[in-house]
């Protein structure tokens, strides 16, 4: 019986495999929308802080490049002879 049943799931595997995933991107967003678990009342007084604009948009898109660069070079550990 569990042999059938892992030859089945082996069979199926991308299917199973984006189940999955994408079980895992609803339950990851009715979280988020959910509000986290976070109180947002204390929040309402809060001013947002720092530059506006086609300046904010700069500095989010530095930050965002810098961090893809960093996520697709080669690590030091990576070169293990």
Known sequence: MLNQVVEWIAQRERG????ALGLIIVLAWAFLLAGARMDMSD????????????????????????????LAAPHPGSFRD
């Not at 199973?16 to 189940?19: F, N």
């Not at 309402?44 to 960093?70: C, K």
């Open 43 to 70: 929040m309402s007084g809060m001013r947002h802080a720092g530059p506006e604009g086609g300046a904010r948009f700069v500095i989010v898109f530095v930050m965002w490049a810098v961090m893809m660069r960093h």
């Open 16 to 19: 199973v495999v984006a189940a």
